[in-house]
């Protein structure tokens, strides 16, 4: 068998390819970051092609990092910013409009006129997400009701729909395959939680002909092999796909019942493993699939925070407060606190458990005795205190107190931000010494479904812990925190 697995991680700012050998060391990794087009305010779209181009850029330059060539590739393994949504042409594989990014507010109006007509119970108790723009399934119906020539298109079958992994699935094998994964279709608003198939009457509600869908697959398993891909021999079987974030759980051995990760990303996202049955969310967060194998479904509760990472961005690129991101782990740490300056980085409306897309952004609690400083380290702890939100609204549903948070993505590198988050948890956080979890769970899925890894068992051997952060905060100023952060969020 050839020596490496690749994988895929197609993320909202940029493609990274990670090439990892049998023991999980990462022999290369390479990223390229590619254009965010802004067509309006709370509009967000990438183009598919430089989706596609960034991709295959970064899958040669890894390789040639790690000095293989494909015919080292025993598998592939993808893993996608989940509900972004595109839609292409069966017979070229052609785009038909941009790709409408998860963070994409546009369907708000007509989440709200669902809302207003008594079906979000129904969606709830279907797919186990709210109506919000953030999912898949408005936004196909936003490309279908205002690009011309579409609605007729994908009733006659001539289109085709699909999350970042199915394009990227299609395009790999050449048009061959045109499947999704578990995970990815269960945030689309149309997938049936305990039957894993396409529901008839939510597809009809939101007016997306059922031809325009992919089919649904197990996350680890051989979804078909690599055929006339630059660079890449013919025949490499993708055996491993799913979102993002339940990569990441998957990446972080949270295979037991009560395991749980966070991502720091753009976003921020928590979820926690509920086992072979769906748990009813009744605090504001999300049920989804985790991932599917061997018959066998694990699912998952999800909180989310849209803006994370990007509220560091923002101090960037639009305040110029800092010139480079890891830049503000130090201006935070040159203040012993915020100074009573809360920021609330409700940039692009507010997720669980809140589920506000018209919020927008907060920063309160200023004096004349406010500097950067204050500005930086408020960022940081507005971006814990959204996670803290979730992780008890987690507690509630599943009526029971976690001990440990495993922590990863790029921001996860911030140690400051890390023991924010362990004291306002009051939760031991736990990173791991590769933090980039979602392309290891897409490695650890690719291997899995191809034979390199036997079992979980042997996934766990692989994981090993970086540092932990144990709390160091009282109950009392814990509690003053997040009121103080709680009137903050009621003024977005």
């Known amino acids: 068998m050839p020596s490496h697995i690749l994988a895929i991680d197609q993320g909202t700012t940029g493609s990274t390819v990670i090439i990892l050998n049998s023991y999980g060391q990462v022999k290369a990794k390479v990223n390229q970051e590619y254009k965010q087009i802004f067509p309006r305010p709370g509009w967000v779209e990438h183009d598919p092609e430089d989706i596609w181009n960034s991709v295959l850029d970064v899958m040669g330059r890894a390789l040639g990092q790690a000095g293989l060539t494909g015919q080292d590739v025993a598998a592939i393994g993808i893993t996608n910013q989940r509900e972004t949504t595109l839609v292409w042409e069966r017979s070229s594989g052609k785009p038909i409009h941009n790709a409408l990014v998860w963070q994409d507010r546009r369907t708000a109006d007509f989440c709200a006129k669902l809302k207003k007509a008594g079906m979000e119970k ?32 994908a009733k006659d079958g001539d289109l085709a729909f699909g999350t970042v992994d199915s394009f990227l699935l299609w395009r790999l094998t050449r048009g061959a395959v045109h499947a999704t994964d578990v995970s990815n279709a269960s945030r689309t608003l149309l997938m049936d939680l305990k039957s894993l198939a396409w529901d008839p009457g939510l597809c009809k509600i939101l007016g997306v002909p059922e031809p325009l869908l992919p089919k649904i697959m197990p996350s680890i398993g051989v979804f078909g092999h690599t055929e006339n891909v630059p660079g ?225 068992g042997d996934v766990k051997k692989v994981w090993r812990e970086d540092r932990e952060f144990k709390p160091a905060l009282s109950e009392k100023l814990r509690r003053e925190r997040l009121n103080r952060w709680q009137d903050a969020v009621t003024r977005a």
Request: with cysteine; glycine share 12%; charged share 20%.
């Open 122 to 153: 129904k969606f709830k108790s279907k797919t186990g997400l709210v109506l919000d723009p953030y999912f898949s399934g408005t936004k196909i119906r936003w490309i279908i009701d205002n690009v011309p020539g579409v609605k007729a298109r």
């Open 232 to 456: 890449l021999p013919d025949g490499i079987p993708i055996s491993g796909i799913a979102g993002d974030q339940q990569a990441a759980l998957f990446g972080q051995a949270c295979f037991d019942v009560g395991e749980a990760k966070c991502t720091y990303g753009t976003g921020s996202f928590l979820l926690l493993n509920t086992g072979p049955k769906p748990v009813t969310s009744r605090s504001g967060c999300l049920t989804t699939v985790a991932w599917q194998w061997e018959g066998k479904t694990t699912y998952a509760l999800e909180g989310s925070a849209f803006i994370c990472g990007a509220a560091v961005q923002w101090l960037r690129d639009g305040l110029n407060i800092i010139h480079s991101s890891p830049e503000i782990e130090a201006l935070a740490a040159s203040v012993p606190d915020s100074g009573e300056v809360q920021f609330v980085p409700a940039l692009t409306g507010l997720g669980a458990p809140h589920w506000d897309p018209q919020a927008r952004g907060v920063i309160c609690g200023i004096t004349r005795g406010s500097t950067k400083a204050h500005l930086a380290r408020a960022t940081l702890e507005g971006m814990a205190m959204q996670n803290v939100e979730l992780l008890v609204a987690m507690q509630k549903d599943l009526k029971k107190k976690l001990k440990t948070l495993k922590v990863d993505g790029g921001a996860s590198a911030n140690n400051l931000l890390m023991q924010i988050q362990a004291d306002f948890l009051g939760v031991k956080c736990v990173r791991p010494k590769m933090i980039e979890t979602t392309s290891a769970g897409a490695a650890f899925m690719a291997g899995l479904g191809v034979g390199y890894w036997k079992n979980l």
